[in-house]
């Protein structure tokens, strides 16, 4: 199995920055795309970003500039800097990743448990 934990969320003021870090472990061959998603008090998850194993990197158009993702191949970390934060950005940020299990060799998908982003106004 492969667990994903996630940190770095909490409470900053609207034009701040957070750091938010996943990673994985577990009985883990190989970790492949990474990213984060995340989802708001009554809307739908949604996609920040994401990032493969050779660094190429999508973001939502909406955190194009203010969200860099990035990661460290050889600790199966993924992080998310994100810079000029707003309110809207409030959300629970769950980290994502595709994994093959070490023991059954078995590609799955898998999520973090979220962190919590408050931007105040």
């Known amino acids: 199995q492969v667990q994903l934990v996630e940190s770095g969320g909490g409470l900053v003021q609207a034009g701040g920055s957070l750091r938010l870090s996943c990673a994985a472990s577990?009985?883990?061959?190989?970790?492949?795309?990474m990213g984060w998603y995340r989802q708001a008090p009554g809307k739908q998850r949604e996609l920040v970003a994401t990032?493969?194993?050779?660094?190429?990197?999508n973001y939502a158009d909406s955190m194009k500039g203010r969200f860099t993702i990035s990661r460290d191949n050889a600790k199966n970390t993924v992080y998310l800097q994100m810079n000029s934060l707003k309110p809207e950005d409030t959300a629970v940020y769950y980290c994502?990743?595709?994994?093959?299990?070490?023991?059954?060799?078995?590609?799955?998908?898998?999520w973090g448990q979220g962190t919590l982003v408050t931007v105040s106004s």
């Open positions: 577990g009985n883990i061959f190989s970790v492949y795309s």
């Open positions: 990032i493969t194993r050779g660094v190429s990197t």
């Open positions: 994502n990743a595709y994994a093959v299990d070490g023991s059954s060799y078995t590609g799955m998908n898998y």
